[in-house]
């Protein structure tokens, strides 16, 4: 069982990775094959630097040594006053001379540098060596003492030099990685392309189901994966068509029974049975009406948004309230048109007040503007609903009181109706039971236009 503090534990460091790791499959496909081509050019001019590296220490192991024993011997011949002029010509990019002095500091550890001083005491030969010492410097190499056959003293300072590397040969790898990530991100987007396309495609195929279909070309799985999301839009149309047509259907051949029941029920002599088969028949009715309307919300909105004053609407609705006797308080003001589908929008609001009068004495319609949104809440004071159920009341024939009743309970259908009208607005429907009591519904349009836009 995990304790409270292991709830509330800080996240570890794979969330932060996780965080700074792209999202999108474009940039995670990229970036993983930019990196690849990347390590694999660092490794492979790793392996060509070492090789080289390899075969230059074989190059000098064989060769400087000569070189240096060849130098001495030189020096060794020429009068004693003529050497230091010798010094500048005798000297190479990895070794050099001096006249006079000892070589002081320790062995060579280094096995590597050990071998490259033997290498040079056996080339020396039958010069005698006196000493053989590293230099203060590890990059200096080695410093070796040498005895000349008149006895003067020679150092030699010896080391081993890195393989050289040509600017132009840096500029190569680092243009070779460029072309191969803007090659990877050709590919890629190529690649991702088709699916972004497909997730608009579904983004789009809303309640109305009238998204565009996409273009069935490309590669042969693109071209397959773009006819089967066509073929599956065109069977969802269908089948929610016949769905409203259904509906439809029931509910104009159950107009009529009902009518004869209702001409039957006011020929009724007991009156008390007759308000019970009225009130029955009213039921029914108002269920088959809100069935149809809930169904044509799947359908889709065939209305068009245009520019509307909201603030009047508004105003308009609270007043048809009011005259009714049912008083409804208005707060706050839009003070700017929007753009909006009006007789939807006036669907919704009614559903959420007549929700909100039916539990609740005291409702209030607050209207805001937050930067670009437009926020409508409705507020009761009534009983609110159990959090676990906030958002099951937004499905259809679902209703929070445990009884049938359709009296007090409706026909679960006013609060579904509202929330398709909303998906279909671009809008957003949240209710939350308030902390001093009731509920609130809060309806959320991001399309808020001034009206100089």
């Known amino acids: 069982m995990p304790t409270v503090s292991s709830l509330h534990a800080p996240p570890g460091p794979s969330a932060g990775w996780r965080r700074l790791f792209p999202r999108s499959l474009f940039a995670r496909v990229t970036l993983i094959m930019v990196l690849g081509l990347a390590i694999a050019q660092l490794l492979t001019f790793a392996s060509i630097r070492y090789e080289r590296g390899v075969a230059l220490r074989e190059l000098m192991m064989t060769g400087i040594e000569l070189d240096i024993a060849s130098s001495i011997a030189i020096l060794d011949r020429l009068p004693a006053e003529e050497r230091a002029g010798w010094l500048e010509r005798l000297e190479r990019r990895n070794y050099r001379f001096m006249l006079g002095g000892g070589v002081d500091g320790p062995e060579p550890e280094a096995p590597a540098t050990r071998e490259f001083g033997d290498a040079i005491v056996q080339a020396l030969r039958p010069f005698e060596v006196v000493k053989v010492a590293q230099a203060a410097d590890a990059r200096e190499g080695l410093r070796i003492e040498v005895r000349l056959s008149d006895g003067s003293p020679v150092i030699v300072q010896a080391r081993r030099v890195g393989v050289p590397v040509s600017d132009w040969v840096m500029w190569v790898l680092w243009i070779q990685l460029a072309v191969l990530a803007a090659c990877a991100w050709f590919a890629v987007r190529l690649v991702t392309r088709p699916l972004a396309r ?23 799985e693109v071209a397959h994966a773009a006819r089967a999301f066509n073929a599956m839009q065109r069977r969802i149309a269908g089948y929610m068509a016949e769905r409203v047509e259904i509906l439809a259907a029931i509910s104009h051949d159950l107009q009529t029974p009902i009518t004869r029941m209702r001409l039957r029920t006011d020929l009724m002599d007991n009156e008390k049975d007759q308000a019970k088969f009225r009130q029955d028949l009213d039921a029914m009715n108002a269920l088959v009406r809100e069935g149809v309307t809930y169904a044509r919300t799947l359908h889709g909105a065939t209305e068009p948004p245009c520019r509307i004053d909201a603030d009047a609407l508004l105003e308009s609705m609270v ?23 009006p007789n939807a929008l006036r669907r919704i609001l009614v559903n959420l007040i007549d929700n909100a009068l039916k539990f609740g004495s005291d409702v209030r319609v607050r209207v805001r503007v937050e930067a670009d949104r437009w926020v409508v809440a409705v507020i009761d004071n009534g009983p609110g ?69």
């Open 198 to 220: 497909l997730a608009a495609a579904a983004d789009e195929l809303g309640p109305d189901l009238k998204a565009h279909a996409l273009a069935e070309e490309g590669p042969t």
């Open 385 to 453: 609903i159990p959090p676990e159920q906030l958002e099951a009341v937004l499905k259809p024939f679902y209703r929070v009181e445990g009884s049938r009743n359709r009296s007090t309970g409706g026909t679960g259908l006013g609060l579904a109706i509202a929330q398709q009208l909303a998906v279909a607005m671009d809008a957003e429907l949240k209710l939350h039971n308030r902390a001093e009591g009731g509920l609130e519904a809060r309806l959320t349009m991001t399309t808020v236009q001034s009206a100089a836009t």
């Open 319 to 341: 007043a048809d309230y009011e005259d009714s006797g049912q008083p409804v308080l208005l707060e706050g003001r839009v003070d700017a048109p929007i753009v909006t589908r």
